[in-house]
């Protein structure tokens, strides 16, 4: 109906106007314009009558392109392939290496049907590691969970036996040297040992990485162990504060602290400069005047000839 509505109004234009002269030129674009906009109107309602505006990518059809992708790049599902005339698929699995003929070890090759059992079984050799004389043989079908058959005889083709694409030859090891097993045990295999001293000596090695990257509450220091050379009585001189900054003391005490870790010397130092009065967290650990007593690492401390020093030294 549109159509027929321009056309009749194009020719009536076309009777008032030619005799001036320019009916074509007016024709030819009110037609065009018209017939432009009528082509738009019905593109815009068919996509909004077809629901494709705008277009909706579902879960489902993503999945279906993963899938069609995969099937591309690896070549398909293998059980759904084909062999060429005159061959079947099979999926060679080894007993030695999957004790149940259902767990898809994906090893699927083509196998002429025309081949003797024997040479059957020389092929198989290639995948499975088994000698041909120590092979028992079973066709399985992995669809039904079912055995088929079982393969008594060297007589024959491969084609004989009836086997179907698809199928599983599950190959059982009766080698009486266990030669295939004994490769699968990994602690028969003689390994390369060094001594401490050898690996010690060496420059780069993980070991000494590990010691020199370690947090520093994992690494061990010598304040965790008794300490050795100090003695209660003994003159010290402690660096607890760091920037240069020693005091001088006696030693009173060597031993644990109540809820600290590792060794401890508690020190009864010349001037008012320590933190408690020979306790910690409530225990008594040395008698000494308050603001005097300090706890500190062995590796913090020095002892020797440090007399009481006098206001003319630290001056």
């Known amino acids: 109906t549109l159509i027929r509505a321009i056309l009749f109004v194009s020719s009536v234009f076309f009777f008032f106007f030619q005799k001036d002269g320019v009916v074509l030129d007016f024709c030819v674009s009110f037609v065009s314009s018209f017939v432009s906009s009528f082509f738009f109107f019905f593109f815009f309602f068919f996509l909004k009558a077809a629901k494709l505006a705008p277009l909706q990518i579902t879960n489902k059809s993503m999945s279906v392109a993963r899938e069609g992708l995969r099937d591309y790049i690896l070549g398909g599902d293998p059980v759904k392939q084909t062999a060429p005339e005159g061959q079947v698929r099979l999926d060679v699995i080894s007993e030695v290496l999957n004790q149940s003929p259902y767990n898809s070890s994906n090893n699927w090759k083509n196998f002429s049907k025309s081949l003797t059992i024997s040479e059957f079984k020389s092929k198989l050799e290639m995948f499975v590691g088994t000698q041909p004389q120590y092979m028992k043989i079973q066709f399985h079908d992995p669809e039904q969970k079912q055995l088929k058959f079982e393969v008594s005889s060297d007589q024959g083709t491969l084609g004989d036996t009836g086997v179907e694409n698809g199928w599983v030859v599950y190959v059982i090891d009766q080698d009486p040297q266990n030669t295939v097993r004994s490769l699968q045990d990994t602690s028969q295999v003689e390994k390369y040992e060094m ?47 760091g920037g240069g900054l020693k005091r001088r003391g006696t030693v009173k005490y060597i031993g644990t602290v109540t809820g600290s870790t590792g060794h401890w010397v508690g020190v009864q130092l010349d001037e008012p400069m320590g933190k408690n009065d020979g306790t910690a967290k409530g225990v008594r650990y040395f008698e000494c005047p308050d603001k005097y007593g300090l706890f500190v690492k062995p590796d913090k401390i020095t002892v020797g000839d440090f007399p009481e020093m006098s206001f003319d030294d630290e001056i």
């Open 195 to 241: 001594s401490d001293e050898k690996y010690n000596a060496r420059e780069t090695t993980y070991r000494k990485w590990k010691d020199n990257n370690a947090p520093v509450s994992e690494k061990a220091t010598p304040s965790d162990a008794p300490p050795t050379g100090i003695e209660v009585g003994n003159r010290c001189e402690v660096d607890s504060l």
